[in-house]
């Protein structure tokens, strides 16, 4: 596989990752991930200067705790959580304290006042005021179902975080898969290089021994340097993915590790396509969490339409208040307030409509989202099929082209031809390991994107082992 071939993959990988996230950001909290937040990460550790082994199972997990992704829907659940305690203030009684110590002097000459006989300086006198007061709205609808929508936007925010956990393995997952497929690409170009250097050696050796031309020669060494070219250009992309994997994890990009899990090919299981739909709309994190935010949106819509609606708040303090302390008195004042809106129809109505609006929306993206669910598992299983398909083609085509090679280079070295054909044979075998390669790295990616359709990422070993999770 190409350097091309796996930006290409690598493409319609994130292309998956972004389709599969749509929604997952309509509550209204902070800011939370996009599909590129998922390919950062916040740094963890130092490079030790040796190489680690790194499983596919430690960078999942060092995902899991470093990607940018999850750490983004994590502030935004925060967010959510904060907006729920606020709304829920509202609801509550207000309690407030307040102690007033007040010493005066006043001087009414300074007033203008003058009075015969009566004293310019009035003072020093002064009181102590300890006193609590509370602030309680007992009837507010439009409080109430606000704060119901906050604990359904709430809700979703932790159903985006747990979906953004599918998106982290799905990512990494990916990026892994991906530097595996690099190096199997890299050894099969060498190997290649290997095998052409041994042609170029015998048209050198035949062309000075004078049985064969100068054309078989340069034909040799215009195939060896072409897949020296490949080797170099493979190479520059197996260090690009590394940078890639590395940033995904949060692993220091300097730090140098090996891939210690080859993902060997694994046919996968038939699997009932009505019951991995149903398992879907149940296990789906996203889809969960878009129905709470619907919900959110259709209480917010009854919220403005309670603006309507009248308040009944009480007001009230009791304190004590005297010179001092052992002189001082009790004092209370309590009072109710029944409010009904009489003149703010239009700004209701205008409430109204944009409230009707976000829901609308919701339910549309809603809707769209269930068709997406079932879009995602259909174009999953037809992807296995598909790679399953070309990866034992590909495989078949691998062992024919190396025969080819091997029968062509026989004839040449027994001079019954020019090294015409070995060339041919040559670059079919080069396009047959490229076919090879890419197949496989998409026959596994489409396991992981199955398992990801499904709500199952956790379970990714069992789907790249070739099996449906819990089977």
């Given at each position: ?109 300074a007033e203008g006042i003058r009075f015969p006989g009566f004293p310019t300086i009035i003072g020093p006198y002064g009181y102590v005021d300890l006193r609590a007061s509370l602030t309680w709205s ?169 603006e309507r609606f009248p308040t009944l708040t009480v007001d009230a303090d009791y304190g004590d208040i005297g010179i ?148």
């Amino acid at each position: 596989m190409g350097s091309c071939a796996c930006a290409v993959l690598a493409a319609l990988a994130l292309g998956s990752l972004s389709a599969g996230f749509v929604g997952a950001q309509t509550a209204p909290t902070a800011a939370g991930p996009t599909a590129q937040s998922f390919q950062g990460s916040v740094a963890e550790g130092t490079a030790n200067g040796q190489v680690m082994d790194l499983t596919l199972d430690d960078a999942i997990q060092r995902g899991l705790r470093t990607n940018l992704g999850i750490i983004l829907s994590g502030t935004q659940t925060a967010s959510a959580k904060g907006q729920r305690l606020s709304q829920l203030q509202n609801l509550l009684p207000a309690v407030d304290a307040s102690f007033k110590e007040s010493y005066q002097q006043v001087d009414l000459a300074a007033e203008g006042i003058r009075f015969p006989g009566f004293p310019t300086i009035i003072g020093p006198y002064g009181y102590v005021d300890l006193r609590a007061s509370l602030t309680w709205s007992l009837v507010d609808v439009k409080s109430l179902r606000n704060y119901i929508a906050s604990k359904h936007s709430f809700a979703a925010a932790q159903l985006t975080a747990d979906d953004a956990r599918q998106m982290v393995i799905l990512t990494v997952g990916n990026a892994y898969l991906l530097v595996v497929a690099d190096e199997t690409e890299v050894a099969s170009v060498q190997a290649q290089v290997t095998t052409s250097k041994v042609s170029l050696d015998q048209a050198v050796a035949n062309h000075e021994a004078g049985t064969a031309p100068k054309i078989d020669e340069l034909r040799a060494r215009v195939d060896y340097q072409t897949l020296e070219q490949q080797l170099i250009s493979a190479q520059n992309s197996l260090e690009k993915d590394r940078l890639a994997l590395a940033r995904t994890i949060g692993l220091p990009l300097d730090q140098k590790f090996n891939v210690a899990d080859k993902a060997p090919y694994a046919a996968f299981d038939e699997i009932d396509l009505d019951a991995a739909l149903k398992q879907a709309h149940v296990d789906r994190k996203d889809l969960a969490a878009m129905v709470e935010q619907t919900k959110a949106a259709e209480l917010q819509r009854k919220a403005t339409t309670a603006e309507r609606f009248p308040t009944l708040t009480v007001d009230a303090d009791y304190g004590d208040i005297g010179i001092n302390f052992g002189t001082s008195h009790g004092t209370v004042d309590a009072s109710g307030n029944f409010s009904v809106p009489v003149f703010k129809e239009f700004g209701i109505r205008g409430d109204e409509q944009q409230a009707q609006s976000t829901l609308d929306t919701a339910k549309a993206q809603l809707s769209d989202k269930n068709a997406q669910v079932d879009a995602d598992v259909r174009d999953a299983l037809l992807d296995i099929q598909s790679a399953q398909k070309q990866v034992e083609v590909a495989k078949s085509n691998v062992d024919l082209a190396t025969e080819a090679l091997s029968e062509a280079q026989q004839r040449y070295k027994a001079g019954v031809s020019d090294n015409l054909p070995v060339s041919q044979a040559e670059q079919s075998v080069a396009q047959a390991n490229d076919q090879y390669v890419s197949s496989l790295y998409r026959h596994n990616v489409a396991k992981l994107s199955l398992a990801r359709s499904l709500g199952a990422a956790g379970q990714y070993k069992t789907y790249l082992e070739g099996k449906q999770g819990g089977k």
